[in-house]
C-alpha cells in the first residue's frame, strides 16, 4: 500500500482522477458502495454542488439526514476510495445503513486501503461531533468486518432485511 493517503472533499481539481475512479467500478458491474459514487458525474460541477448540498442539509428528500462526502487519495492524486459519513441516524440508518458507509475500487483492493479509509473516516466523523458510529455491512462480506473489528467496532445485534440479508452492526467509538 502507498503510505501517502488523505481523505479529501469532492473538488474540480479531482474530476479526471474521481472519473477514472467512477468508470472502473461501473465496467466492474459491481454495486457502487457508498451509494453517492452512483450519481452520474456527466455534469461533475453539478454532482459536487449536490454532495455540497447534502452536507449542509439542503432540499434533502424526506427522511433523509446531512451527509458528508471525502474521496480517499493515495499517491500522485489517484481517487483509490470513498467514504459517506451520515450525521444522525434515522431508524432505516440505525437498522441496515450506519454512519459510514465506504468502498475501495476494485483495483486497488486487499492493499490496505480499507482498515485507513474508516480510520480517517472516524476522525471526520468525531469532528462532526458523532461519538459514537455505527458501521454495518452484509453478513457475507468477511473482509468489511474484519475491517470494521480492526478499527475497534463491538459487535451489535444483526439485523434481517425483508429479502433475507443479514447486516451485522457493529459500534465504534470517537473518541480517545
Not at 1 to 15: D, F, G, I
Not at 114 to 126: D, F, H, M, Q, T
Request: include cysteine.
Amino acid at each position: 500500500m502507498e503510505t501517502k493517503v488523505a481523505l479529501v472533499k469532492p473538488t474540480l481539481a479531482l474530476k479526471d482522477a474521481y472519473l477514472s475512479f467512477y468508470q472502473e467500478w461501473a465496467e466492474s458491474g459491481e454495486d457502487m458502495v457508498p451509494w453517492v459514487i452512483s450519481k452520474e458525474p456527466a455534469d461533475f460541477q453539478g454532482m459536487l454542488q449536490f454532495l455540497e448540498a447534502n452536507e449542509s442539509g439542503e432540499n434533502l428528500p424526506k427522511g433523509w439526514v446531512p451527509d458528508s462526502t471525502f474521496w480517499l487519495v493515495a499517491g500522485d492524486e489517484r481517487i483509490v476510495g470513498a467514504v459517506n459519513i451520515r450525521h444522525a441516524l434515522t431508524e432505516k440508518l440505525l437498522n441496515s445503513g450506519g454512519h459510514i458507509g465506504y468502498g475501495i475500487r476494485p483495483s486497488d483492493r486487499r492493499k490496505g486501503y480499507a482498515g485507513k479509509l474508516l480510520g480517517l473516516a472516524l476522525v471526520e466523523a468525531r469532528k462532526l461531533g458523532i461519538r459514537k458510529v455505527l458501521v454495518v455491512c452484509d453478513e457475507s462480506n468477511l473482509a468489511s468486518e474484519r475491517t470494521i473489528l480492526r478499527n475497534g467496532g463491538v459487535p451489535d445485534t444483526p439485523y434481517t432485511e425483508e429479502n433475507g440479508n443479514v447486516i451485522k452492526r457493529f459500534w465504534i467509538s470517537c473518541f480517545s
